[in-house]
């Protein structure tokens, strides 16, 4: 499960976002929502281990995120979080395949192909395996890198505009595969979007400032 429980991050002395508490259960998708400069993609970062809150813990399977050290919260993350950013960070020298193999090392597992190919085959890019990511289009980038934080099976998925460049078929798609990949690994999906074509999708959802 994920949960947080008193959750306050801070940029600085002077400005604090209080965050509300969240329980998800295994398997459950979410949408977070809330409007510009309301700490969406704060809260993300927060939850994936990326920034560290002023107070408040998170816990993701029965782990206490924030106790654990830079050593260890890299290993964690990389066994238990996928996390899929709004601009997809890749090696430009590597090639798709080659992204997601490294991945895989550096979470501890050993280089799967087969489940490399199937990902990208259900996310329709089967045919850039070989191609070099910078020579992909930006809704191409965005698949791989869908692909990239499911590629370990996680605990949680947490998702940061998985859809903004994508078209309604491609949407639909994506939205698909992350629900199924949730539910089939009985992992916890959380999205932040601004992207309407979701809200409608997704029973659960988190509004922050209470902005409903």
């Not at 605990?155 to 994508?166: C, N, Q």
Request: proline fraction near 3%.
């Amino acid at each position: 499960m994920l949960a947080t429980k008193g959750l306050k991050y801070s940029y600085d002395s002077k400005v604090a976002l209080d965050f509300p508490d969240i329980e998800c259960q295994r398997g459950e998708s979410w949408l977070l929502l809330g409007q510009s400069g309301s700490g969406k993609t704060t809260l993300l970062h927060v939850l994936g281990g990326l920034r560290t809150p002023q107070s408040g813990k998170v816990i993701i399977a029965d782990t206490d995120l924030h106790k654990l050290s830079a050593s260890k919260m890299d290993s964690f993350r990389g066994k238990n979080i996928g996390i899929i950013f709004q601009d997809a960070h890749f090696l430009k020298a590597l090639t798709v395949e080659e992204n997601l193999a490294l991945a895989q090392q550096l979470a501890g597992h050993p280089v799967s192909k087969k489940r490399i190919k199937t990902l990208l085959d259900r996310l329709n890019i089967g045919d850039k395996l070989n191609s070099k990511t910078k020579e992909l289009s930006q809704g191409e980038q965005q698949r791989v890198a869908i692909a990239r934080a499911l590629i370990n099976k996680p605990a949680v998925i947490l998702a940061d505009e998985p859809t903004s460049a994508l078209d309604d078929l491609n949407c639909n798609e994506v939205v698909k595969l992350l629900e199924t990949q949730a539910k089939e690994e009985n992992a916890v999906l959380l999205i932040v979007t601004h992207d309407g074509r979701l809200k409608d999708l997704f029973p659960n959802k988190i509004y922050l400032n209470d902005k409903k």
